[in-house]
């Protein structure tokens, strides 16, 4: 199986609702969460956000095989909400050691 990393980066106020859909996925055995700013495209910041230069974001990372990436996409769209940033990277290694 292909691994791959898919990063979501979505704002703090969608945060439980992805939280609830990632724990729901049977393909996802787990992911990483973690504060972020967001800098860059202006006209859709806040004035606020616009003076400090950054966005609050919430950046999220799971490792999970290279055919089910689409189909956790397609459920960000339908079951999560919107201004939702994703890629996916190859993942050359994974494991756990205990």
Do not use: C
Not at 33 to 57: D, N
């Amino acid at each position: 199986m292909n691994s791959t990393m898919l990063v979501i980066n979505i704002p703090p106020e969608i945060e439980e609702d992805l939280v609830d859909y990632l724990l729901s996925l049977e393909s996802v055995g787990g992911f990483t969460s973690f504060r972020v700013h967001g800098h860059g495209e202006h006209a859709q910041l806040s004035i606020a956000e616009q003076v400090t230069g950054r966005r609050a974001r919430v950046r999220y990372e799971l490792v999970l095989g290279e055919k089910q990436v689409n189909g956790v996409i397609d459920g960000l769209r339908t079951r999560v909400g919107r201004d939702i940033i994703y890629w996916q990277q190859p993942v050359s290694n994974f494991g756990r050691i205990e």
